[in-house]
Nanobody, 119 residues
Framework: QVQLVESGGGLAQPGGSLRLSCAAS????????MGWYRQAPGQERELVAG???????DYADSVKGRFTLSGDNAKKVAYLQMNSLKPEDTAVYYC?????????????WGQGTLVTVSS
């Protein structure tokens, strides 16, 4: 079993910054990829940023140049530094982990943390 705990959400003004953190616990050796997704009201959940093996990263076009994904691959901790925030970044942000366990590919989600960008 793997659990993900997120922190760092809150209220920011347009142009401001927030940093999200995600820490995995449990059988973290089974995790091979981590990332962040977000879901705005009335919209589908979308990938914000993700990395595989701690090296390769991918970003949604809407956040490129503003958000930075980092972390500790050994400890399975992921951070999302969000700069130049826009009102359209308002959403619930979810940490995601992909793991391989006993011949199965599994997906784990955190509980979500709300990010609100408003003046």
């Amino acid at each position: 079993q793997v659990q993900l705990v997120e922190s760092g959400g809150g209220l920011a003004q347009p142009g401001g910054s927030l940093r999200l953190s995600c820490a995995a616990s449990g059988d973290i050796s089974s995790i091979y990829a981590m990332g962040w997704y977000r879901q705005a009201p009335g919209q589908e959940r979308e990938l914000v940023a993700g990395f595989i093996g701690g090296s390769t990263t991918d970003y949604a076009d809407s956040v490129k140049g503003r958000f930075t994904l980092s972390g500790d691959n050994a400890k399975k901790v992921a951070y999302l530094q969000m700069n130049s925030l826009k009102p359209e970044d308002t959403a619930v942000y979810y940490c995601n982990a992909n793991r391989y366990d006993s011949g199965r590919y599994l997906e784990v989600w955190g509980q979500g943390t709300l990010v609100t960008v408003s003046s």
